[in-house]
């Protein structure tokens, strides 16, 4: 080899931050959590960027025949007690038949999850709200009515947490797990007040999630 190449060679490779070091580096500084999470992507597919949500949402199905509901809580950081903000949260669930319905133009993952679903993301306090119709149980079948959480922080991959259910569905005792819940306990307890039905679940990010750091 000649003396300029291997000049020009040992030049290169000692600069800092070359391309191979950047990557190796980013691989140390992503964290991927939750294990396999097939549909989580659908996160993306909201119509307002995340850095435009706002902390509360109302689904499609709101203004529908049905049972309507305010659902909100507070995200905390993995400690249980300091609030999270810019956490988002997309949320999806089937209509009064207990199927997620479609009008024939879904893209993506809305061709599976329907058109019922909502993303919101955490104020300055780790604050959330929704506003839908209590869902129907799947047609035919013995699993209580239930509304899907997936959840993305900022330096995270996108993760389930436990679904929300409803305190008092008959169907819920068939809903068995000896897992630890994931986020919290997805239960909640609709009351009565205004006309509306309300409910509170808190969600500690992390709580029995695989691989997420302490």
Not at 140 to 156: A, L, M, S, V, Y
Request: with cysteine; aromatic share 12%.
């Amino acid at each position: 080899m000649k003396p300029w190449l291997m000049l020009l060679l040992t030049i290169f490779n000692s600069l800092p931050g070359c391309s191979q070091n950047n990557t190796a580096g980013n691989k140390k500084t992503s964290v991927h959590v939750g294990g396999r999470c097939e549909g989580c992507e659908a996160i993306y597919e909201s119509p307002v960027p995340f850095d435009q949500l706002n902390n509360v949402d109302t689904l499609p199905d709101f203004n529908d025949p049905g049972p309507k509901i305010e659902i909100s809580g507070v995200i905390y950081e993995r400690d249980g007690k300091t609030p999270a903000r810019d956490v988002v949260l997309y949320v999806y669930h089937t209509d009064q038949t207990g199927v997620y319905p479609t009008r024939g133009n879904e893209k993506g993952w809305a061709k599976r999850h329907g058109y019922i679903r909502g993303w919101v993301k955490t104020d300055q306090n780790g604050y959330y709200k929704f506003y839908t119709l209590v869902p129907a149980s799947y047609p035919n079948g013995k699993n209580p009515k239930h509304i899907h959480p997936t959840i993305k922080e900022k330096d995270k991959n996108e993760y389930w947490i436990d679904e929300y259910l409803f305190e008092g569905d008959p169907y819920l005792p068939f809903e068995k797990s000896d897992r630890p819940p994931r986020g919290s306990n997805g239960i909640i307890n609709p009351v009565m007040k205004d006309g509306m039905l309300r409910a509170i679940r808190n969600i500690t990010l992390g709580l029995n999630v695989p691989d997420y750091p302490n």
